[in-house]
Every structure is written in structure tokens, then in C-alpha cells.
């Protein structure tokens, strides 16, 4: 299971594409200027990453912190939508996706392990971090892919975890 952590994690935070979701204009002082954030106070970060970390106790197998969750390039704020990827062997047994926000709006959230996909929407609260769930029960795979996006006008911090655990358990 140490595979997937390794392909899907470098340095502790977890690698994989963002991209572009919605758009809403916004002021900036160089029209060129391209930069990523966080839409909420750092505080607000580092407590999401922390309950991440602990919310479901060790052993974690992945952990994915909150990353920068818009990107401001010519005076547009897009926020953006993860997608990560491993095509590293898994054994099989149930795993579970643990998907945390803090902010406003929803998130599409779609977890695949092999040929098996769940999918749900989750709604993201302003004063206090949301937590969603979903499993999948799963044969031997080579391939998972986390997806969150962001509904159109949310401003939300994500972060996610995926533990597993054997059939028998």
C-alpha cells in the first residue's frame, strides 16, 4: 500500500493536477501576474490539515492537505479542481475516501479504484469543517483517481485522505 502513497505524495503533500473550475473577476495590480492561494486565513488551513491528518487515526495510507485552492492569472480568481492519479498495484480489500472542507459551496467528489467509481456532492460549511465519506470494496487494482471539483462560486479549502483496510476487518 506504500505505492500509492509514494506515487501520489512528494515532499507531504499530495501530487496531482489542478485545474481551472469557475471564474470570477477580480482586481490586481499587474494584469500579467499569475499566483495561487488560499481562500481562507492560514488558521483556517493548517486546522483542516490537522484534522485530516487525524480524523480517522493512523495508519493512514495517503493524505492530501489542503493545497492552493484558486489561481489568479490576468485579474481572473478560478478556483480548481483536483484530480489525482496512481497507476501503482493495490491489493485488494475496502477503501475508504475521507474528503474534509471548510468555506462555502459544494464539491463534486468522485473516487475510482480500478473499474469501480462512487460519486457524491458534498456541502461545505462555513464555520466548521465538513466531512464526507465513501468506500469502495475492491479487487486488486492498478489504478486510482481521486476527483473534487468545486461548484460554480464556492470558495472552500479541501483536503482528503484514503485509508484501507483488509476484507476481513
Same mark, same amino acid.
Given at each position: /500500500?506504500?505505492?500509492?502513497?509514494?506515487?501520489?505524495?512528494?515532499?507531504?503533500?499530495?501530487?496531482?493536477?489542478?485545474?481551472?473550475?469557475?471564474?470570477?473577476?477580480?482586481?490586481?495590480?499587474?494584469?500579467?501576474?499569475?499566483?495561487?492561494?488560499?481562500?481562507?486565513? !492560514?488558521?483556517?488551513?493548517?486546522?483542516?490539515?490537522?484534522?485530516?491528518?487525524?480524523? !480517522?487515526?493512523?495508519?493512514? /495510507?495517503?493524505?492530501?492537505?489542503?493545497?492552493?485552492?484558486?489561481?489568479?492569472?490576468?485579474?481572473?480568481?478560478?478556483? /480548481?479542481?483536483? *484530480?489525482?492519479?496512481?497507476?501503482?498495484?493495490?491489493?485488494?480489500?475496502?477503501?475508504?475516501?475521507?474528503?474534509?472542507?471548510?468555506?462555502?459551496?459544494?464539491?463534486?467528489? *468522485?473516487?475510482?479504484?480500478?473499474?469501480?467509481?462512487?460519486?457524491?456532492?458534498?456541502?461545505?460549511?462555513?464555520?466548521?469543517?465538513?466531512?464526507?465519506? /465513501?468506500?469502495?470494496?475492491?479487487?486488486?487494482?492498478?489504478?486510482?483517481?481521486?476527483?473534487?471539483?468545486?461548484?460554480?462560486?464556492?470558495?472552500?479549502?479541501?483536503?482528503?485522505?484514503?485509508?484501507?483496510?483488509?476484507?476481513?476487518?
Amino acid at each position: /500500500m506504500t505505492a500509492l502513497l509514494s506515487v501520489l505524495l512528494f515532499n507531504g503533500v499530495a501530487c496531482g493536477r489542478a485545474t481551472p473550475q469557475s471564474t470570477a473577476t477580480a482586481s490586481m495590480s499587474q494584469e500579467t501576474d499569475t499566483e495561487d492561494g488560499h481562500v481562507l486565513p !492560514n488558521q483556517q488551513v493548517a486546522q483542516l490539515n490537522e484534522s485530516i491528518r487525524t480524523v !480517522n487515526g493512523e495508519p493512514e /495510507m495517503i493524505v492530501a492537505e489542503a493545497r492552493p485552492s484558486y489561481r489568479v492569472s490576468n485579474g481572473t480568481v478560478t478556483m /480548481m479542481t483536483i *484530480r489525482d492519479e496512481s497507476a501503482s498495484s493495490q491489493p485488494a480489500g475496502m477503501y475508504t475516501l475521507t474528503t474534509q472542507c471548510i468555506g462555502t459551496g459544494e464539491l463534486d467528489v *468522485r473516487f475510482t479504484m480500478g473499474n469501480k467509481t462512487v460519486q457524491d456532492v458534498m456541502r461545505c460549511s462555513a464555520g466548521s469543517i465538513s466531512n464526507g465519506t /465513501m468506500s469502495l470494496d475492491v479487487d486488486e487494482t492498478d489504478r486510482v483517481v481521486v476527483e473534487i471539483a468545486p461548484s460554480d462560486g464556492a470558495k472552500a479549502e479541501i483536503a482528503y485522505r484514503i485509508d484501507a483496510t483488509d476484507r476481513e476487518q
